[in-house]
């Protein structure tokens, strides 16, 4: 009778377990198919088309695009950096943090080798130029070819052991700190920051001996379909913008050139699965230093991608590494550019004591960032002879709907092209 009991019980148990597992199959339908639907046919498109027109219904989705702040908004910005540059980081720690800058970077990429960033799908909806169409891939045969730039539910505290609930913690780079969001809210790649490269002293390291030096023939400037395309990725940490283009341009004749100026975070891409090192050459530079070399010459590449770099060079460095970038175009090649924007929350979260210069931040790691203007920005690209295609401010309120927090991020995206005439 006993064992009749336990018999019945487990029977009605495993019944009602069954029935509950289809009725979740049965409701989720509906959202499998939305979220197939978004996929093919509701992909968000450039600079993206969400936007707050209700604020009561600010928690109905974790990003809204197109953010318009208010006039108080930007007064309350102002007075946080305005306070913040008031309490400057000594001159001898500001030297430190310059001079050991490769130190600082190389400890990031021991400390959290590939984990850290995740790869950037996106890229090909902001940066189309970087996958033309009639080279993109079947549909479906990437893994995320349906992801396009971070529409994540953001966490508003970094991933760091040493962040207490009471302290605003800046560790490690706040860009990178744009969770997943949540099935079916839209794309699920996070905005991934790298900010890299930056110090007065060059490398010992460049592996130019194993790098096959670039030599521009006199054909190869006409179009010539099976020409070589030359891109040169500007801070490539550790390929999460190299291997999703690699992946999804499948033009045999594309070569990817990269530099980081962490050895460190260079022989994370080496070490990478899908590395192909006869697609792919990364070496080590402080692009910074004119007399730290290239595997190319001048006037020699097609694309250079400048995605979250710039922000960790010093001001004063800023102009002369885009000048010698520019000098590394083909005549109509493009630079294109994504970076942080003046009073986004990673800059308006800093504390007391973490400001070098105006606009200009240590984190707690040792590595800094800086926050830009479309005019900064436009000023620096025209005046190392590059023609502006596209400088926007990316605004978009970002919003944690468990914790009901809101999150306004900026970033400034540009594209600048190098004339194909000097005259």
């Known amino acids: ?132 169409e009639a080279k993109l891939e079947p549909p479906n045969s990437h893994p995320s070819n349906s992801q396009s730039e971070s529409e994540s539910e953001p966490e508003p505290e970094p991933e760091s052991k040493s962040c207490s609930g009471s302290e605003q913690c800046d560790l490690v780079p706040e860009e990178q700190q744009q969770p997943e969001q949540q099935q079916c ?69 594309l070569v990817i050139y990269c530099c980081d100026f962490s050895s460190k975070a260079i022989d994370l891409v080496k070490e990478h699965p899908e590395f192909e090192p006869s697609r792919c050459y990364p070496f080590v530079c402080d692009i910074t230093n004119e007399y730290s070399p290239v595997p190319f010459e001048e006037n020699s590449l097609d694309i250079i991608i400048m995605i979250f770099v710039l922000n960790a060079i010093s001001p004063n460095k800023m102009q002369q590494t885009v000048n010698r970038l520019s000098s590394y175009l083909k005549p109509g090649g493009l630079l294109l550019f994504r970076d942080y924007g003046r009073y986004d929350m990673a800059q308006l979260r800093f504390k007391k004591g973490r400001c070098l ?39 978009r309120l970002q919003v944690n709907r468990s914790r009901q927090l809101k999150m306004y991020r900026v970033w400034i995206q540009c594209k600048y092209r190098k004339p194909l005439s000097t005259s």
């Open 185 to 253: 809210e839209g794309p699920s790649e996070q905005e991934q920051v790298e900010n890299e490269h930056e110090t007065s002293q060059a490398s010992t390291n460049t592996t130019t001996s194993i790098i096959p030096q670039v030599t521009v023939s006199e054909e190869e400037v006409n179009d010539d379909p099976d020409k070589i395309y030359r891109f040169f990725e500007v801070g490539c940490g550790a390929g999460n913008t190299v291997f999703p283009v690699l992946k999804t341009n499948n033009n045999p004749n």
């Open 357 to 395: 210069s105006e606009n200009f931040y240590v984190r707690q790691d040792g590595t800094r960032v800086y926050f830009f203007t479309q005019d900064e920005l436009r000023q620096m690209f025209t005046q190392a002879g590059l023609e502006e295609e596209q400088n926007i401010i990316d605004r």
């Open 1 to 132: 009778m006993a064992s009749r009991t336990v018999s019945g019980f487990t029977l009605s148990l495993l019944n009602r377990h069954m029935m509950s597992f289809q009725y979740c199959i049965y409701r989720s339908i509906p959202q499998i198919l939305h979220c197939s639907s978004r996929s093919t046919s509701q992909q968000r498109p450039r600079g993206g088309a969400r936007s707050l027109t209700d604020p009561n219904k600010v928690f109905s989705h974790n990003n809204w695009d197109n953010v318009v702040w208010d006039a108080s908004q930007e007064s309350e910005a102002r007075r946080i950096t305005e306070e913040q540059a008031a309490d400057l980081v000594s001159f001898e720690k500001q030297v430190e943090y310059e001079d050991k800058a490769y130190e600082f970077w190389d400890h990031f990429y021991q400390l959290h080798l590939d984990k850290f960033f995740k790869d950037r799908h996106w890229l090909f909806t902001e940066f189309p130029e970087l996958a033309p």
